[in-house]
């Protein structure tokens, strides 16, 4: 069971790494059947081993160093790969993401690209996107925190070399350098609190702060905010937020993918990894789940108040993304306080979240494409040009406002009734988390109107046609925002408070 449990693991990154290999050396169509087949071919091993094992949990350790094995006195598991309900979630996300995002890519990348053409040579392209979804399914199946570390930094490189793609584009290796810096500074305290806690715990589990004294003395809760510190610059949230929208000079595909299924994803997890497999023993203390909500509060404040002030649709969707994030944050936050359903709505927030946005971000790469400009004030009735990024826009920003039956309705369903449920102040607070989705509701059927309705625009006018491959995209995304539930409900429902069920 160990061998073949392990065989499965081994595949989730493998075949990507394999994939970026071969689709880094293969020019036109044979590179890009190379890339669709690696990302399928992964999703399948994913959606499999979730079906499998994913309630239940899994867990194969690797063991560790000798010399670390000396140092501690006893054997000190550093690697290993774990499943289980939220890492399911999460994988999930990872898997489905990336295959709509490969098959997008193959003709959105390209000389055809009306407001970004390039060579029709995907190599580098495809090489960084697969080993990105390498990257995250490592990742996520991490069993310890000194391995899930080594593949953030992975991420980040990725990330690096994805955001500044467009290389001759006006300030995008300035983004792409901004998000590395800011984010590699996180990767610094993450590795921080890591050895901290090997030395002295002996431990890197994501157990490892229930082998602390308690309660947590000042060392402690120091080790606690430095990975509040790596989360909130991965997933961009104030005051560490301002890279994530810079980050929009990246071709869409990948916006959709570093937005949806990636690396913003990385913090909030690890957040929400830690909390979960601590809070049973009541180690993280009611003040840093205040610290945590009340971050989260306020980058859903400063991000939501960025609404009305963007004419960029990627700019819009990127702020829309931090405060989803806050959103995933908060429950994180309320699971600390002792609502278990909140954490659970934060953890099926991430794919919820991430099929919606994903779909957002796709239909407006569809419209840069054809239109060659993404800036609402330069469009008009592409309803009538292109009805399929009018739909996937619509069933997008459904999806992610949480209107039924569409999947963020239940995620966000889980975190306000999981907040009211504490009474008090958890029930302001969901009230503000009910009139915060219904303003992001509001703004997103103006601007949807304004984009989609009226008379054609020049820049609608001149639309050329979307290709089939951006058709399936759209299409795979837009029955996911509804089947998600089916699979991402029941795996949320499973996750308890300790370490993998």
């Not at 979630?89 to 000389?111: D, E, K, N, Q, R």
């Not at 995209?473 to 429902?493: D, K, M, N």
Request: proline residues 4%; charged residues 10%; hydrophobic residues 60%.
């Amino acid at each position: 069971m160990r061998e073949q449990a392990l065989t499965g693991f081994g595949l989730l990154v493998g075949l990507p790494l394999l994939g970026a290999l071969v689709a880094g050396r293969l020019r036109g169509r044979a590179g890009d059947a190379a890339a669709v087949l690696a990302a399928v071919l992964t999703a399948a091993v994913a959606c499999a081993m979730v079906a499998l094992r994913g309630a239940h949990g899994l867990v194969v350790p690797l063991g560790g160093l000798a010399a670390v094995d000396r140092a501690a006195g006893r054997p000190v598991t550093l690697f290993g790969f774990m499943l289980d309900p939220l890492s399911g979630i999460v994988l999930l996300g990872v898997v489905l993401l990336g295959v709509a995002c490969v098959l997008f890519s193959t003709s959105y990348v390209g000389p055809g690209n009306r407001e970004s053409p390039v060579s029709a040579d995907r190599r580098r392209y495809f090489f960084w996107l697969l080993a990105f979804i390498a990257a995250m399914c490592g990742l996520v199946t991490s069993a310890t925190l000194l391995q899930l570390f080594l593949f953030w930094e992975l991420t980040t490189v990725c990330s690096w070399a994805l955001i500044g793609f467009y290389d001759e584009e006006h300030g995008a290796l300035a983004a792409a350098e901004k998000a590395f810096l800011m984010t590699g500074a996180g990767g610094l305290c993450l590795l921080g609190a890591t050895l901290a806690l090997l030395a002295l715990t002996r431990s890197v589990g994501f157990d490892a702060f229930t082998r602390l004294p308690a309660p947590l003395n000042a060392g402690g809760l120091a080790l606690l905010v430095l990975l509040l510190v790596a989360a909130w610059t991965k997933s961009a949230q104030v005051p560490f937020h301002t890279w994530l929208p810079d980050a929009m000079v990246a071709p869409s595909p990948v916006s959709a993918y570093l937005h949806a299924a990636s690396m913003v994803n990385a913090g909030v997890y690890l957040v929400l990894r830690v909390v979960t497999a601590s809070q049973p023993a009541g180690v993280i203390p009611g003040g840093i789940g205040v610290l945590v909500g009340v971050m989260a509060v306020l980058t859903l404040a400063v991000s939501v108040a960025q609404f009305f002030y963007q004419g960029d649709l990627k700019r819009l969707l990127a702020l829309s993304t931090i405060s989803h994030l806050a959103w995933i944050l908060l429950g994180t936050a309320l699971g600390i306080a002792g609502s278990l359903r909140a954490a659970q709505g934060a953890a099926l927030h991430v794919l919820a979240h991430g099929v919606g946005k994903g779909l957002l971000f796709l239909s407006v790469g569809t419209l840069s494409y054809a239109a060659g400009t993404r800036r609402i004030a330069d469009l008009s009735g592409v309803l009538s040009r292109s009805p399929l990024a009018a739909a996937g826009f619509l069933i997008g920003a459904l999806t992610v406002t949480g209107v039924p039956p569409f999947a963020g309705f239940w995620s966000k369903l889980l975190i306000i009734t999981g907040s009211a449920a504490l009474g008090g102040w958890g029930v302001a607070l969901a009230a503000l988390l009910l009139a915060e989705s219904v303003l992001a509701f509001a703004w997103f059927l103006w601007v949807g109107q304004k984009v989609f309705l009226g008379r054609p625009s020049p820049a609608a006018e001149a639309m050329g046609p979307v290709t089939p491959s951006m058709g399936w995209s759209l299409a795979l995304l837009i029955v996911l925002c509804l089947a998600v539930t089916a699979a991402g409900l029941p795996l949320a429902q499973a996750i308890g408070f300790g370490v993998a069920r």
